[in-house]
């Protein structure tokens, strides 16, 4: 999801650039949706759709005045929540939420009840709300990378590919299972680990 707000039209084609890049060079099992935020939310493209189908739609996406963040993470969350498989939202902002509705408290529960992870790119500007980021991007277990240099937006994307592929894996055991403390094996002899699960 990137941020078209009027503060950003100076990195717009650099950030956009950086996006593409991200969806091209991506493993072919990743599939992709972009959504811009401004005034409001608007998605740009469905999932899986080609890189040259993407490019013209990305270029003629609208840009506004303000900056609809959290709208615009609960509308990737909910794009997010019902697809199969490791999900993740990759946000772009240089700014604050200024047009309000769902507070930062009902966005971080959205996404951790969701298993959804967060990983943020961020152009370092006075009116950054870095604290935000850095505590949406840790409770959901996703990244935060930011820099003070326009140039340095693309390297920061770059960046976000190798977990962006990295596999998570969710351990569910329901509470009437064996007798507590468990203990899990993970591998085969001489590489296993053993992880003890005390009583929840």
Not at 58 to 76: E, I, P, V, Y
Not at 151 to 158: H, I, N, Q, V
Not at 179 to 197: E, H
Request: proline letters at 6%.
């Amino acid at each position: 999801m990137l941020d078209h707000s009027g503060s950003t039209t100076n990195v717009r084609k650099l950030v956009d650039d950086a996006a593409l890049a991200l969806v091209r060079d991506a493993p072919p099992s990743l599939q992709f949706s972009l959504l811009s935020f401004h005034d409001a939310v608007e998605p740009i493209t469905d999932w899986g759709e080609s890189i040259s189908t993407v490019q013209p739609k990305l270029t003629n996406a609208k840009s506004g005045s303000r900056t609809a963040l959290r709208l615009g993470l609960l509308a990737a969350q909910r794009r997010l929540e019902n697809r199969p498989g490791n999900r993740a939202v990759v946000l772009f902002t240089d700014g604050r939420d200024s047009v309000g509705g769902p507070t930062q408290a009902e966005v971080l529960r959205a996404f951790e009840t969701s298993h959804i992870r967060v990983f943020a790119v961020a152009l370092e500007t006075k009116d950054l709300d870095e604290a935000v980021l850095k505590e949406l991007t840790e409770k959901t277990k996703g990244s935060y990378l930011s820099t003070k240099q326009q140039t340095a937006l693309a390297d920061c994307f770059r960046q976000l590919t190798p977990s962006l592929s990295k596999p998570i894996y969710r351990l569910v055991v329901p509470i009437g299972t064996g007798s507590w403390p468990l203990t899990l094996t993970i591998g085969r002899d001489p590489q296993a680990v053993s992880l003890r699960i005390p009583h929840p």
